[in-house]
């Protein structure tokens, strides 16, 4: 946990770098591997200068090849070490499907406990900078639909340092997926030092009465906008930041829900069968008698992201249709 202490201001990158070299100096079995992360550092640099620091045999390249990353941090977590794999984009774990589903998180069920998989696997996700192709995908819907894996996206340099260490130090699998548009994007006080921040825990970071805007990583950033327009029109928004989508907070989402009445969930995936959905099922079996009016979601379309081109300002969700949602709920 966070105990008084110095702070600096950060960007995600340089917060999640500091999270990788401080795992690395505390414990030899930390190991850090992905396509170019070594030599160059990772093509958005979160791991520079961390293999002249740490040598190639703990910071090290690995092919393009997604499944052999994978399976290789498998083994290597289940021989006693501490995987750090990095994805070089969350559109890319598709070919690293087969392991992730049949393998990644079963091993401590499949042994009945003899072993564990104590791996993080980092990818950055989602829209905003105009990516090719699948760089802009946001499969958390399909990660958190793996049994026995954790999945956690941060959405501040704070949050991701914290995370990433908590993630490390865990005794399971967790996915650990990084908003490229918060990369260089939004910058924080971090503190000093090490610290972990706990996983499988939501926060309500604006309290609001009027309705409550459920979000994570990129999109927390949207919704906080959309709530400092609708405080200068006199409506007070709560926004909660699930940071862990496995294991779900859902106590702290229904106790929004039950203070509030009405409920916004936001996200950046496909609308159907995104994540989203999950959030507005638990809030209709566990927070029913306490809605005013209908969940409305807020998402990108059922299409592929669009690369390179301004039309994804059109699919990404932003502050305005976030409002058009608030409204919505207002006045049902």
């Known amino acids: 946990m966070i105990a008084e202490r110095e702070t600096r201001v950060l960007n995600n990158v340089q917060a999640i770098n500091e999270a990788l070299d401080l795992a690395l100096a505390k414990d030899p079995r930390v190991v850090v591997f992905g396509e170019d992360v070594g030599t160059m550092g990772g093509v958005f640099r ?28 498998i083994g290597l977590a289940m021989s006693g070490l501490r995987p750090v794999a990095e994805i070089q984009f969350a559109g890319f ?25 104590p791996m993080v696997i980092r990818a950055p996700y989602g829209g905003g900078v105009k990516t090719p192709e699948q760089h802009a995908d946001s499969p958390e819907a399909i990660l958190a639909h793996v049994p026995g894996v954790k999945v956690v996206i941060p959405s501040s340099p704070e949050r991701a340092k914290g995370l990433l260490l908590a993630a490390i130090e865990d005794p399971d699998p967790v996915f650990f997926l990084e908003a490229i548009k918060l990369y260089r994007g939004v910058k924080g006080e971090v503190p000093e030092g090490y610290y972990t921040l706990p996983l499988g825990r939501a926060r309500v970071v604006r309290e609001g009465s009027a309705a409550s805007l459920f979000c994570y990583g990129g ?56 994540f989203g959905a999950e959030i507005a099922a638990r809030i209709a079996e566990e927070a ?19 690369p390179f081109s301004a039309v994804e300002n059109h699919y990404r969700p932003d502050a305005k249709r976030v409002l058009e949602a608030v409204r919505k709920v207002l006045t049902h």
């Not at 791991?47 to 941090?73: C, H, M, N, W």
């Not at 929004?256 to 496909?270: F, I, L, N």
């Not at 029913?288 to 669009?306: F, K, M, N, S, T």
């Open 46 to 73: 979160a791991s520079d200068g961390l293999q002249q620091k740490y040598g190639d045999k703990r910071v090290f390249d690995t092919p393009l090849a997604e499944s052999g990353i994978v399976g290789f941090g």
């Open 93 to 117: 774990l598709y070919p690293a499907l087969d392991q992730i589903l049949s393998h990644l998180g079963r091993m401590r069920h499949r042994t009945r406990g003899r072993f564990t998989v």
């Open 219 to 274: 999109m927390v950033e949207v919704c906080l906008k959309a709530a400092e327009v609708a405080a200068r029109e006199g409506v007070e928004l709560e926004v909660v930041d699930l940071e862990t989508l496995i294991p779900l907070d859902t106590q702290t989402l229904l106790a929004s829900v039950q203070k509030t009445g009405r409920a916004v969930v936001v996200y950046e995936a496909m609308r159907t069968g995104g």
């Open 288 to 306: 029913l008698d306490y809605l005013q009016a209908p969940i409305v979601r807020v998402a990108g379309w059922d299409a592929p992201y669009p």
